[in-house]
């Protein structure tokens, strides 16, 4: 039987009924692109300003679809590998607004999404910060009752509303969020420049994605548990430790319980 996200809200909205429309042929097996995209919004009488706006959208319909898939009575490895065959069959995403390129906005990967939030899912959290949710991709797995979700793209911040979040909001990721402290954070910062600035008493940490993990881990309680992705193309000295950001490394393993990387 075809996977359903629980009882999907009724899709009013032309931006809904293309969400709609997508998520249905993804699940009966089409292979879109761009072109095609374009042409069921036409058809349902979307008005999209950009591709890009496309892109978002579909992204939220391939998210429905991989929390249908973690609600089926299935082992976790079989949801773990129906998501990959979701990733593989999904529509190539790789338009990007001036907007996008400025935030330095880049989609996580399904499954990587699903390992991230079924490691923090392991405590069962009652409260999961999300400081930079996008379309909810690093959450899509746990209890979104559960989950503040931050986002600062208006397009993507509009997608986050009514899925049932604890908390949607606006904020500056690199202040704080003054939420109280919170069980679990997940998150997949945005990489991009910032001033270096000193953390604790020696770690002087430059770049807007390790700020932005260092912010909202205060945030986080001292027996909480954090799924983070964070890095590109990583460069390792010879002796296997990482050539960059080592300043953020050390400040991490001082300061927390790192149980990978």
Do not use: C
Not at 14 to 31: H, L, M, S, Y
Not at 214 to 239: F, P, W
Request: net charge negative; proline share 5%.
């Amino acid at each position: 039987a075809k996977a359903t996200w629980a009882e999907p809200p009724v899709a009013e909205t032309p931006k809904e009924v293309f969400t709609q429309a997508i998520q249905d042929r993804i699940e009966n097996g089409d292979k879109l692109n761009i072109i095609q995209l374009r042409k069921t919004a036409n058809d349902v009488g979307y008005k999209f300003t950009s591709d890009t706006e496309l892109q978002e959208h579909t992204e939220v319909a391939i998210i429905n679809i991989a929390k249908g898939i973690t609600q089926e009575n299935i082992s976790q490895q079989e949801k773990f590998d129906k998501i990959v065959s979701l990733y593989e069959s999904q529509p190539t995403m790789s338009m990007r607004s001036a907007d996008r390129i400025e935030n330095q906005q880049y989609s996580t990967p399904i499954p990587m999404s699903f390992v991230a939030g079924e490691f923090v899912n392991e405590i069962t959290p009652k409260t999961i910060l999300e400081p930079s949710a996008g379309n909810g991709m690093m959450v899509f797995n746990t209890n979104h009752s559960n989950v503040i979700a931050n986002e600062k793209d208006k397009v993507r911040l509009s997608n986050l509303q009514n899925k049932g979040f604890k908390l949607v909001t606006n904020h500056d990721a690199l202040l704080p969020f003054n939420i109280g402290k919170v069980d679990a954070v997940v998150m997949k910062p945005p990489f991009g420049k910032a001033e270096q600035k000193l953390y604790g008493d020696a770690y002087k940490v430059s770049g807007l994605d390790p700020q932005m993990v260092i912010n909202a881990l205060d945030s986080m309680k001292d027996d909480g548990r954090a799924s983070i992705v964070i890095g590109g193309h990583n460069e390792y000295e010879s002796n296997g430790a990482l050539k960059k950001d080592k300043a953020f490394l050390n400040y991490l393993y001082n300061y927390y319980n790192v149980s990978d990387i």
